[in-house]
């Protein structure tokens, strides 16, 4: 026994979305969600443009596009996760993820992975520490179970080891993952079920309302869209006060992919990601957040690592423009031939790797993630023309075979 409905205490910004009021909601909880984090040390919000997983167009990219791996276990780097900030939703309420907590689900999907087990059950270890604990090491049970301890608020009757072993966010969430792989039957089982088998709540369903909280938080740490669920992710950004400062390489050694040359993998037709983590925005009209009204948004926007993150090109080619355009965005553009151009947005004036003329490979970091120009917060914003017309970048990429 180790649920507890009382443990959900997140001082969350209680804010009701009722159907008529959801945009007015969403930009709402985006700008609350901003001066709780505080500003970051580069960016004028610290968060992203608006993800809107609530309409049509938003949640094709989530639950439409698919993943060309279901099951693969997922990724992610505590250190990279700490520096990112997820605003999701709970019962209605914009919940806030950020730091350590985000650090916490990073070591579940580890010890998850490392158990040999898939992402959906290894989101299932993510759902079921956001209920018991939102992803904190608690050194304190509750009435029910004064004893209980750690993520998963294990309880000191010898199943889950010893205090060190609950208090310590691998090693419990290892032991979770232990006795979840012996309830053979779970995949035929709700998440919240099989959470049950190993938790033992009273109520079965006493987790479900935090597995759209956690497919938001495991997909974006992660960089993965699992397909398991649209993922209730209300904004994502970069977190206050990251350890490491906010300036070029800072993100980049976080994630341990400093250096020169490729960073990132590259699909067999020569196409690699542009930027790391979550999407955040995709491609189509959506209410602008800051000029408060409806606008085509020319391409995605990807976490990207966040402030000094790293920005790659999509393809080999050569660089046809580094530079701020008129509107003060940050500019690289890369021609591919073929009349296939793609471009880069929101790099500050030092975040620029590569020179016009240059010749780059496919994966290679060509920029600096920041938010200069039309931004929010630190983000890439990628577009790609196909003779001179915008086009869908995720569905030109997911072609390619680049998923997100
Ligand atoms: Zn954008």
Redesign the pocket.
């Known amino acids: 026994m180790s649920g507890r409905n009382g443990l959900w205490l997140v001082a969350a910004v209680a804010i009701l979305l009722a159907p008529g009021l959801l945009l007015g909601a969403l930009v709402a909880a985006t700008i609350a969600s901003s001066s709780l984090a505080g500003a970051t040390a580069c960016a004028t919000s610290g968060f992203s ?1 608006l993800l809107s997983p609530f309409t049509g167009g938003g949640d094709a990219a989530f639950t439409g596009g698919g993943d060309a791996m279901p099951s693969a276990a997922l990724e992610a780097d505590p250190a990279a996760a700490a520096k990112l900030t997820v605003s999701t939703l709970i019962d209605g309420e914009v919940v806030e993820f950020t730091g350590v907590q985000l650090s916490n689900a990073a070591h579940i999907l580890g010890a998850g992975r490392a158990a040999g087990l898939v992402s959906r059950d290894q989101i299932i270890g993510v759902m079921t520490a956001i209920g018991e604990s939102t992803l904190r090491v608690l050194d304190h049970g509750d009435a029910a179970g004064p004893d209980s301890r750690g993520l998963f608020q294990q309880r000191d009757n010898g199943a889950w080891g010893s205090y060190a072993d609950r208090m310590d966010p691998q090693v419990s969430a290892g032991n979770f993952f232990s006795a979840l792989l012996a309830v053979t039957e779970r995949a035929a089982l709700t998440p919240s079920e099989a959470a049950h088998r190993v938790q033992g709540n009273a109520d079965p369903q006493h987790y479900t309302k935090y597995w759209p909280a956690a497919v938001a938080v495991s997909e974006t740490i992660s960089g993965r869209i699992t397909s398991l669920g649209a993922g209730a992710i209300v904004s994502v950004g970069a977190a206050a006060g990251s350890a490491s400062g906010c300036g070029p390489g800072s993100a980049a050694a976080a994630l341990g992919t400093g250096g020169a040359g490729v960073s990132t993998s590259v699909s067999p037709s020569g196409w690699a990601s542009p930027g790391s983590g979550g999407l955040t ?1 995709t491609f189509g009209n959506r209410f602008h957040p800051t000029e408060l009204e409806w606008r085509m ?1 020319n ?1 995605i ?1 990807l976490a990207a690592g966040g402030c000094g993150g790293q920005i790659w090109a999509a393809q080999a080619g050569t660089v046809v423009e580094a530079a701020p355009d008129s509107s003060g965005n940050g500019t690289i553009r890369i021609d591919h031939g073929a009349g296939v151009v793609t471009k880069y947005l929101h790099m500050e004036a030092d975040g620029y790797l590569v020179g016009v003329g240059a010749t780059v490979a496919a994966g290679q970091q060509i920029g600096v993630t920041g938010t200069s120009g039309q931004s929010t917060g630190c983000h890439l ?1 990628f577009e790609v023309l196909v003779e001179g017309s915008r086009v869908d970048p995720l569905l030109f990429l997911a072609e390619r075979g680049v998923g997100y």
């Open positions: 443009e925005d948004h391409g926007d914003h």
